[in-house]
């Protein structure tokens, strides 16, 4: 979110970017998942099938309000190394065909620009999927406004490894030099016919966009401004930003207790808050500023950077 940003529109909208149907290797299908987003209260839905576009107008059905932007998730490799690279594509107008390139960076920099292209909001999935690419390689780009700091599927590996960033560290270090790119949660969902821990299920990440309607142009043209914030179950019930300060309220959920850590430049813990107001000062040193929330069961959520300068 740029300097003195004013998140000033009106309503959250509740979304996935990051979802698969038969289409692809989903086992449901494109009906099927639209339904069971539907039935949990999602806004709007995006259908990434593995190079695929999935099309499909569920509104005019007359059976569902969900909004149905079309995506692709960009499926391809560096030749080098078969490292995958995926990069997620949102509010095309077209097929996005997958470019291979020797190296990551031309890989993720040849994808990003058809997705630009094609009319769409490049978002770089999962970077410690088979730890494909990190933060260098991220940094070598340009044109994605997101990349995924949570994928809900196994494999992902948010929390980094031995001599790996997390997502988190790798978020932090990118905005630390210079790089405006928003964090997206998704659930990266394939498995809607058996439910369990070691299932890609759906309702495990989303991203709640601030925007004055649910129409898609609205929603594209907020998620590509960074008014919103990602969640795996923590949900905010507002937020004032300017370009003094930053302040939200957590809703309350059950007897549950929340956790909040204002982060800065370098990943520096800048003011820890236990209760569901939070507000933090701009001192004008910070460089950026988000913030990580987790509550006593687990849940989390993430606030985009505000640039302070």
Same mark, same amino acid.
């Given at each position: 979110?740029?300097?003195?940003?004013?998140?000033?529109?009106?309503?959250?909208?509740?979304?996935?970017?990051?979802?698969?149907?038969?289409?692809?290797?989903?086992?449901?299908?494109?009906?099927?998942?639209?339904?069971?987003?539907?039935?949990?209260?999602?806004?709007?839905?995006?259908?990434?099938?593995?190079?695929?576009?999935?099309?499909?107008?569920?509104?005019?059905?007359?059976?569902?309000?969900?909004?149905?932007?079309?995506?692709?998730?960009?499926?391809?490799?560096?030749?080098?190394?078969?490292?995958?690279?995926?990069?997620?594509?949102?509010?095309?107008?077209?097929?996005?065909?997958?470019?291979?390139?020797?190296?990551? &960076?031309?890989?993720?920099?040849?994808? @990003? $620009?058809?997705?630009?292209?094609?009319?769409? %909001?490049?978002?770089? =999935?999962?970077?410690?999927?088979?730890?494909?690419?990190?933060?260098?390689?991220?940094?070598?780009?340009?044109?994605?406004?997101?990349?995924?700091?949570?994928?809900?599927?196994?494999?992902?590996?948010?929390?980094?490894?031995?001599?790996?960033?997390?997502?988190?560290?790798?978020?932090?270090?990118?905005?630390?030099?210079?790089?405006?790119?928003?964090?997206?949660?998704?659930?990266?969902?394939?498995?809607?016919?058996?439910?369990?821990?070691?299932?890609?299920?759906?309702?495990?990440?989303?991203?709640?966009?601030?925007?004055?309607?649910?129409?898609?142009?609205?929603?594209?043209?907020?998620?590509?401004?960074?008014?919103?914030?990602?969640?795996?179950?923590?949900?905010?019930?507002?937020?004032?930003?300017?370009?003094?300060? &930053?302040?939200?309220?957590?809703?309350? @959920? $059950?007897?549950?207790?929340?956790?909040?850590? %204002?982060?800065?430049? =370098?990943?520096?813990?800048?003011?820890?808050?236990?209760?569901?107001?939070?507000?933090?000062?701009?001192?004008?040193?910070?460089?950026?500023?988000?913030?990580?929330?987790?509550?006593?069961?687990?849940?989390?959520?993430?606030?985009?950077?505000?640039?302070?300068?």
């Amino acid at each position: 979110m740029p300097e003195g940003h004013q998140m000033n529109t009106k309503e959250w909208f509740k979304g996935n970017l990051h979802t698969h149907t038969n289409k692809s290797d989903g086992d449901e299908t494109p009906e099927k998942v639209c339904e069971w987003f539907e039935n949990h209260s999602y806004d709007f839905l995006v259908l990434s099938d593995h190079n695929h576009l999935t099309l499909l107008d569920y509104q005019d059905t007359g059976k569902s309000n969900l909004l149905m932007i079309p995506g692709e998730e960009v499926t391809a490799f560096a030749s080098s190394n078969m490292a995958p690279v995926h990069i997620g594509a949102i509010g095309i107008d077209k097929l996005v065909s997958p470019v291979v390139c020797e190296d990551v &960076i031309s890989t993720l920099q040849m994808n @990003i $620009d058809n997705i630009l292209e094609a009319g769409g %909001l490049a978002c770089i =999935n999962h970077p410690n999927f088979k730890w494909a690419f990190d933060h260098r390689e991220m940094m070598a780009t340009s044109g994605a406004v997101m990349f995924e700091v949570y994928n809900a599927s196994r494999g992902c590996n948010n929390m980094g490894g031995t001599g790996k960033f997390s997502t988190s560290q790798m978020w932090d270090y990118m905005l630390s030099h210079k790089k405006i790119i928003y964090g997206a949660a998704t659930d990266d969902s394939h498995d809607y016919q058996d439910f369990a821990p070691d299932k890609h299920n759906p309702g495990r990440g989303w991203i709640m966009v601030r925007s004055e309607s649910d129409d898609q142009d609205s929603l594209i043209k907020n998620m590509g401004a960074g008014n919103f914030y990602s969640s795996t179950g923590v949900y905010l019930d507002d937020m004032d930003i300017s370009n003094k300060h &930053i302040e939200f309220s957590i809703t309350q @959920i $059950d007897d549950f207790v929340f956790y909040t850590k %204002l982060i800065g430049q =370098n990943g520096k813990t800048l003011k820890e808050v236990s209760t569901n107001k939070v507000r933090y000062e701009f001192e004008g040193d910070e460089g950026y500023v988000r913030a990580e929330i987790m509550d006593s069961d687990g849940a989390l959520a993430w606030t985009q950077p505000i640039f302070v300068l």
